[in-house]
Structures are given as structure tokens and as C-alpha cells.
């Protein structure tokens, strides 16, 4: 009976083990064929030059992150640690993940392994080519998240802005972006990849940190109903994150009317710029 029984929990660790690899390598094959196909922007200094169209406050903002001076970015890999819930009422899981972003063709790959009273689960987010997804597994085979459709697409963008103006300030001079100030330190984004356009409206302090970006064009879902509320990203802290000061902290918030709901708390591990190849 023990050697059944240790079998069995043997052939169970496989499996989850067997999903979990799926998964990730899903995640780096569409990571490996950006590097082939989309990873040909030029990385040439980003001056003054090339910010002088921009509000006053992003101006400021690209100062103070010290983008200026440096190289411009053509994509990204950063890995966070944090914790994720569904509801309000219930304790975070806790959650680490690691993303690619590439700017030739607007792309985000993001993959999440979470942990809960022992229980794993995996989540991948993948943009490409105007088109989103996103699937939760738990035990890394049991699929209870999957979104996908127009609304996926639209909130995967709101995203993909988002993580511009926190973890790539360089990539604010995209043409793709129309600004408008709505006054000295409040400033109105309009971004369009393709046919889909959103908008978020990024708060500054008086000193150039960007301390807050909210829109009201991405949805909570779980794959099933897709719930449009003003999704907010305020950050706590500023830290220097390989050459560039960068939000250490974020909370991930949806403005509901019953009140908000702070589903996420994320805390950069790391990130690197301009790489030539995938990393595991």
C-alpha cells in the first residue's frame, strides 16, 4: 500500500510538473519568435530631441526615470514577485512572474506561476498581433481562466501602455501615443495599435514621478463576463533598477462602485533592455 501510494504522488508531481513545462514553453516559443521577427528597432541614444513633442510632464518624467541619455528600447524582460487574488475577501496568492515586451510590433508575452495553500497554478498573457489572451490553470492542467475577443484585445492593450509608461519610459516617444496635458501635472494618453484605441490619463507630482495612470478602457474577467471599471496602477516608491529609477512597488486596482478592489501588489525583481535572445 506505501509503495502505492508513493507512486501515485510521484506520477501527480509529474503531471503538474509535465503542465507546468507546456505552459512555459508555449510561453517561449511566442517569446523566441518575436527575437526572429520583431526585435529590428534601433537602439540610438534617446535625446532631446526626440522628447521635445511631448507634454512638459513627460518630458519631466523621462528626466527623472534618467531615459534621457540612454538607449532607446526595443523590448524588454522583467520578472516580478508579488501576490493576486480574485476577490476581495480572500488572502493573495503568492505569485512570480516574468514577461517579454517588444515594441517593433506592439507584443507582451507574461508568464505567472502562483501558489495558494500548496495548490500551483499557472497564468499566461499573450498580445501579439492585435490579439490577446489569457489562461489561469491550476495545477498547471485545469483550466478556470480563459479570456479572449475583442474586450481581451482592448484591456491587453491598456496593459501594454501601462507597462510602457512604468517599466520602458523610453518607448513614451512612440508615434503610436497622441498626447494631450490636461494641466501641468496631469496628462491624457491615447495609444492606437492597429484598429484598437485606448486611453489612460497619467498623474504626476510636481517632481517628474509618475504616481498614478488610470483608464477606464480595460475589464475584469474571469474569461466568462467581462466587467468594465476605471483600472488603476498607483506606485509607492521609486527605486534605481538597472540604470533607471523605475517604481519599485504597485498595487493593480479596479475602481468599482461598490468601492476599490486591489486584486494585485507586484514588486519588480528585475529587468534588462534590449536583449538579443530569450533568457530563461
Known amino acids: 500500500m506505501l509503495i502505492f501510494i508513493i507512486v501515485l504522488v510521484v506520477l501527480i508531481v509529474a503531471i503538474v510538473g509535465l503542465g507546468s513545462h507546456l505552459m512555459y514553453s508555449e510561453f517561449k516559443n511566442r517569446v523566441k519568435a518575436d527575437f526572429a521577427e520583431n526585435n529590428a528597432l534601433p537602439t540610438g541614444i534617446l535625446t532631446e530631441s526626440d522628447i521635445a513633442h511631448l507634454p512638459a510632464a513627460v518630458q519631466k518624467y523621462l528626466h527623472y526615470t534618467k531615459s534621457v541619455g540612454q538607449p532607446k528600447i526595443k523590448n524588454f524582460r522583467a520578472e516580478f514577485v508579488g501576490g493576486m487574488r480574485g476577490k476581495p475577501d480572500v488572502e493573495y496568492m503568492n505569485v512570480q512572474s516574468v514577461q517579454y515586451n517588444f515594441y517593433g510590433k506592439p507584443s507582451r508575452s507574461f508568464f505567472m506561476a502562483a501558489n495558494k495553500m500548496g495548490i500551483p497554478a499557472k497564468g499566461l498573457h499573450i498580445y501579439q498581433n492585435e490579439t490577446a489572451t489569457f489562461e489561469v490553470k491550476l495545477l498547471n492542467w485545469f483550466k478556470v481562466v480563459d479570456a479572449r475577443g475583442d474586450k481581451m484585445n482592448q484591456a491587453e492593450t491598456v496593459t501594454l501602455l501601462n507597462d510602457m509608461c512604468f517599466i520602458a519610459p523610453a518607448t513614451l516617444i512612440d508615434t503610436r501615443i497622441t498626447w494631450s496635458a490636461i494641466n501641468d501635472?496631469?496628462?491624457?494618453?491615447?495609444?492606437?495599435?492597429?484598429?484598437?484605441?485606448?486611453?489612460?490619463?497619467?498623474?504626476?507630482?510636481?517632481?517628474?514621478?509618475?504616481?498614478?495612470?488610470?483608464?477606464?478602457?480595460?475589464?475584469?474577467?474571469?474569461?466568462?463576463?467581462?466587467?468594465?471599471?476605471?483600472?488603476?496602477?498607483?506606485?509607492?516608491?521609486?527605486a534605481l533598477i538597472n540604470g533607471y529609477l523605475l517604481p519599485k512597488k504597485a498595487k493593480l486596482i479596479y475602481q468599482k462602485p461598490e468601492g476599490d478592489f486591489t486584486y494585485g501588489e507586484l514588486e519588480f525583481k528585475s529587468v534588462k533592455y534590449n536583449l538579443a535572445r530569450f533568457e530563461d
Do not use: H, M
Not at 475589464?219 to 488603476?232: I, S
Open 185 to 238: 501635472t496631469t496628462v491624457k494618453a491615447i495609444y492606437k495599435n492597429g484598429n484598437i484605441s485606448i486611453s489612460a490619463v497619467l498623474y504626476f507630482n510636481e517632481t517628474g514621478k509618475l504616481e498614478n495612470f488610470i483608464s477606464n478602457d480595460r475589464y475584469d474577467t474571469d474569461g466568462k463576463k467581462y466587467d468594465n471599471y476605471p483600472w488603476a496602477t498607483p506606485v509607492e516608491e521609486y
